[in-house]
């Protein structure tokens, strides 16, 4: 989730759960600040990134997003806004604000399809329950819509409550969207007897019917973008706008289009290179983040060779893929040289699709 709307479910949240007037020993307006200020936080590991990108992706989402962490953020928080605020108020009065902002905060990244580490640092393992797009309009605009009439309403705080309960069933409702989807997986899967094969389903933007179905196997993955409501296929211009082409790339259910991407690459020789940097030791963290790898391009050159990943599950028509990286080592040496690719012309796999 973007990290504006996470501030502002930190708001709401303080607000929707301020005890009655005369028990909060915090101002409305300080609880609500506190709020949007602690559920902002988590994001602030962001300064990783200037540092090994290959770093930062391994651990974005880490002990900052931890609940095993919360407990002590909260603490450090809650001194930290006791210092800001001139020791107006105890320490104590901040904890509870501070964790449950913190909460929010990593419930509404577990929703999304990044992953979260919520053990950390025990555990390096990513929850993900992947109903939300990590920019839902209708999910920050359910929030706003919550602030605005806490503010306008004379009791503010039911206004508040009954808006995170709407946030609450907008995310189930997206759950049960997103078993349709998976059901869509299944049945391609079962009709083409593919082995081995598992559906999985991630959300898209614009809509909360709009999903990209994967069928993943051991050595290849067939993907589709399909819209759950649309029943007939939009016909795209050919000078549409990035936006446009996205929106336009979901199909109906009983027309979708189907590709099968390579995990490794087709060639047999392609694929142990590939397979090869994929399993080598520097490429680890890329191993723990990664959730459908595909090398979608292999070169040689001079005896060199270069293979280079992105995932899948970033994958939107007409858009470069983020989170690339490209590894090269001489013939019969066993280091790779990585890095990152950030070259805007190589779209990769989707180029074929444009």
Known sequence: MDTLTHALSGALLARATEPRAGRSPLPRRTRMAVGFLSAAFPDS????????????????????????????????????????????????????????????????????????????PLSEWRAALPVTFIIDPYFTGIIVAGLVASHLARDSRPAAAAASLVLAAYVGFQGVLRVHALRIGDAYAQAQQLEGAAAHALPQPFSPFHWMVVVEQPDAYHLSYVSLIRREARRTPPDAGFLRRVYDSYRPVDDAFWMRVPRYGDAPEDAAAAQAFWESDVFAPYRRFAMFPNAYRIARDGGRVCVWFADLRFALVGRTMPFRYVGCRADGADAWDVRSVDEPDDPGVFRAID
Not at 59 to 84: C, D, E, N, Y
Not at 88 to 105: D, E, I, Q
């Open 45 to 120: 590991d962001f300064v990783l990134s200037f540092g090994d990108p290959l770093t930062y992706l391994a651990t974005h989402r880490g002990v900052t997003h931890s609940l095993l962490m919360l407990p002590l953020w909260a603490i450090a928080l809650a001194f930290a806004f006791h210092l800001l605020y001139r020791r107006r108020y105890p320490w104590r009065a901040f904890v509870g604000v501070c964790a449950l902002s913190l909460a929010a905060h990593i419930a509404g990244d577990v929703i999304t399809s990044f992953g979260t580490m919520v053990l950390a």
